[in-house]
C-alpha cells in the first residue's frame, strides 16, 4: 500500500486545516481502516482518528470536538479537517493505512508538515 | 487512556552490540495489540514489529519482541549501521491508540 499526503502547508491560526491522502496499490472499499497520526516538531506521535472503508470513525476524545475524517472511495482517498486551528497544531501529519484494526498503523505515508501561523 | 513509558531515553551502542529497549504500559495490553516502530531521521516511521512479536515481510530476525501484560521488550540481537534510530511502542488494545515517547538508540 501506498499512502501520499496533500494539502496546504501554511494554515492562519482559526483556521480549517486540510489534508488528502491518495491510496495507491490498493482498493480503499476493499476493506481496512484507514488513519491520521501527527508529530509535533520534535514530539511523540498522537493519534488523531480512523475511519473504515464504509464510514465508520473513530476519534481520539482530545481531538474530537475539532476533527472530522471521511471517505472518498471514488477517489481511493480520505481526508482530514482540524477546525479553529492553533500553534499547537503545528505539526507532521501522517496517513496511515491500519490494516484490519481500526487503531492500527500497518503502513505510514511520508507526512506532510503543516504550520499554523498568521 | 493507556500511557506507554518507554525507557531508557537514549541508548548509546556501538554497532554489532545487543539493544533492549522497554516499554510498560499503565494497564495491560492483549499480546495482539501491541507494536513496535521505528523512525529514522526526517523519514516516517515504519512498522518494526506487531502482535508483541511477529515481524512484517522484510524486517530482519534481529529484531524481536516480547512480553505480556504491562511489560514489553524490543530486542536488536547486533546493531547494524543502519539501525541507530527511534523506536516507539504503540498499543492498539484500546481507544485511543496510544504511543511511547520513543528511545533513541544512538552510536556510542
Known amino acids: 500500500v501506498q499512502l501520499q499526503e496533500s494539502g496546504p502547508g501554511l494554515v492562519k491560526p482559526s483556521e480549517t486545516l486540510s489534508l488528502t491522502c491518495t491510496v495507491s496499490d490498493y482498493f480503499i472499499i476493499s476493506s481496512h481502516y484507514w488513519g491520521w497520526i501527527r508529530q509535533a516538531p520534535g514530539k511523540g506521535l498522537e493519534w488523531i482518528g480512523s475511519i473504515s472503508h464504509s464510514g465508520s470513525t473513530l476519534y481520539n476524545p482530545s481531538l474530537k470536538s475539532r476533527v472530522t475524517i471521511s471517505v472518498d472511495t471514488s477517489k481511493n482517498q480520505f481526508s482530514l479537517k482540524v477546525n479553529s486551528v492553533t500553534a499547537a497544531d503545528t505539526a507532521v501529519y501522517y496517513c496511515?493505512?491500519?490494516?484490519?484494526?481500526?487503531?492500527?498503523?500497518?503502513?505510514w505515508g511520508q507526512g506532510i508538515l503543516v504550520t499554523v501561523s498568521s | 487512556e493507556i500511557v506507554l513509558t518507554q525507557s531508557p531515553a537514549t541508548l548509546s551502542l556501538s554497532p554489532g552490540e545487543r539493544a533492549t529497549l522497554s516499554c510498560r504500559a499503565s494497564?495491560?495490553?492483549?499480546?495482539?495489540?501491541f507494536a513496535w516502530h521505528q523512525q529514522k531521521p526526517g523519514q516516517p516511521p515504519t512498522l518494526l514489529i506487531y502482535g508483541t512479536y511477529r515481524r512484517p515481510i522484510g524486517i530482519p530476525d534481529r529484531f524481536s519482541g516480547s512480553g505480556s501484560g504491562t511489560d514489553f521488550t524490543l530486542t536488536i540481537s547486533r546493531l547494524e549501521p543502519e539501525d541507530f534510530a527511534i523506536y516507539f511502542c504503540h498499543q492498539y488494545d484500546m481507544s485511543p491508540t496510544t504511543f511511547g515517547q520513543g528511545t533513541k538508540v544512538e552510536i556510542k
Open positions: 494497564q495491560s495490553v492483549g499480546r495482539d495489540y
Open positions: 496511515v493505512d491500519t490494516g484490519s484494526n481500526a487503531l492500527g498503523a500497518a503502513d
